[in-house]
Nanobody
Framework: QVVESGGGLVQPGGSLRLSCTAS????????IGWFRQAPGKEREAVSC????????YYEDSLQGRFTISEDNAKNSAFLQMNSLKTEDTGVYYC??????????????????????WGQGTRVTVSS
């Protein structure tokens, strides 16, 4: 099971921090990923993190503005989003999957290959 939170309305240039908590996975042998879906577009990978060693992956255009981190003790991962733009608007989903490959390979897996998805949290960037 995966539960995310932290979305909301923010002005361009602002920041938001999304949280994701996973349960039901073996120790720290899993990956948490953040995805987003803008209106009328397909869901895309934003960033992923391996809970066992903190390895990270970012979609190229987002690196530098978004930072993913994890707190293993709380089975949680966080997505810090800075310098938000209107095009960052969408529903952000957290997902988790048992760790079986590199974080780069896993983050771009088809959505059906992830073990658990959250309900999504809406992020709106607007003035």
């Amino acid at each position: 099971q995966v539960v995310e939170s932290g979305g909301g309305l923010v002005q361009p240039g602002g920041s938001l921090r999304l949280s994701c908590t996973a349960s039901g996975f073996t120790e720290d042998k899993y990956v948490i990923g953040w995805f987003r879906q803008a209106p009328g577009k397909e869901r895309e990978a934003v960033s992923c993190i391996t809970m066992s060693d903190g390895s990270t992956y970012y979609e190229d255009s987002l690196q530098g503005r978004f930072t993913i981190s994890e707190d293993n003790a709380k089975n949680s991962a966080f997505l810090q989003m800075n310098s938000l733009k209107t095009e960052d608007t969408g529903v952000y989903y957290c997902a988790a999957v048992t760790d079986w490959s590199t974080v780069e390979a896993m983050c771009v897996m088809p959505t059906d290959d992830w073990d658990a998805w959250g309900q999504g949290t809406r992020v709106t960037v607007s003035s």
